[in-house]
């Protein structure tokens, strides 16, 4: 605290104080002076005293006016940060008012009944309507009411506009069949069918005009057709959600889906779709239990390589040499690379035991003999099990990478000889499979020559 602040705060009150005693004083002693009470003091001593007090005076009523302009000064500078948080405050209750504004008229509901309510206050106030998903709704009832009333009474529906986007799955094949017998039957573009695939579930209305209005029925369903929950959006971020879902609709299509909407106008585009459908169903199940296929001898070695240079601790892999031929596959240029990779994996670390399962009559197999002392020497452990009496559960070719992937050949395409010239492999990290593998992989082991 320098000698200003320590001033401020102890002495500026108390001088003042002493000063107005002072003049208070020296008023006093010159009234008492005239009054000839204080003859015995002189008269110039008095003067002096009464002039050196006013001017002390003076002196503090300046200090007191600068002070108070300091202090006005202060106060305008505080009432200008007021002013300035005031504007602050306001700007955001504008911004929560829009905010609130934005999402007023958003209401839920529960029940099909709500639902059913809603979208025919929909169908009948707006012109432009958007269904997407599997809807609580008849499909083809509700195409043909549109229809039939335009037919009746076109100028009423003269700007109608209905656009449906549906997955077609087995269980509405039948219902999309006759949507578009209704569609081609119907007014040229009163009524626009699309398949979009992957939106069994999640569904909803986007009702709009050419004002640019806007009401939503963002609506769940179960399999049933019933609802199950659902919210109505109007309002600016209804009006919002149309502007958005329609322009990747109809532009763009959904980035989050496979395929872009694809529109339909006949039963044999229904046929295709739902036997493609069915084929792609197969082949995840398929991927699922048997794990990612992998065709030809250069990808089957590139996925085994990229695999073994990111495994952290071993490498249990198996060769099946049937024949000649799956021999000579050891000095192919693709699999020398496959094996170049596994002496780096070893320089690292990585513990590598390979079991070649082998006729015996192909033992002494030059190209056998020599890819195995070389491995040997880049300190893979080999190990030979004879192909001669082995059960054919144990006949596989595979590799395991720190029990989380496995590769192996499909055995209706296992060999890797050069009359298969496109073998095929499946990659799989399902643990019940790698645990299959690795007890196959144990089983040789116990079996194999010493």
Known sequence: MDWRELYKKYMKKWTARIIFALVLLTILLS???QFRYLEWMPGPALSETVVAASFLLV???????FASDKKLDDLDNLTGESQRKMDYISQRLDDLSRQMSSTKGTTTYSELSAFMNKWQDLRETFNILTLVGELPINYAEEVRRICDQDKRDPQTIEKKEISVY????????QDVTELIELVAAARQDL?????IFGFEWGSWVAASNHRGEAEVLLNFTNAQGRALVGVHISGKAAEAFVRATTRKLKEVGFSEASYPPVRLASRGQVDFVVEDKAEHQKRIAEMAEMGIPIEGIDRICEVMIDLVQCAQRYLHVTHLCIDEGTIERLQDGVFRKWLDANYKAVQRGIKIRRILIVPKKHYGHPILEKTGME????????????LDGLRVRLQEDFSIYDEQNLVYMDKARIHWSGAQKQPLARHSENPEKIKYYRDIFSSLESLVDK
């Open 375 to 386: 491995m040997q020497s880049k300190n893979v452990e080999v190990l030979i099990c004879p």
């Open 166 to 173: 549906r997955c077609v799955n087995t269980s509405s094949r």
């Open 31 to 33: 009234t008492a002076h």
């Open 59 to 65: 002196l503090l009523l300046l200090e007191t006016i």
């Open 191 to 195: 009524v626009t069918f699309y398949y």
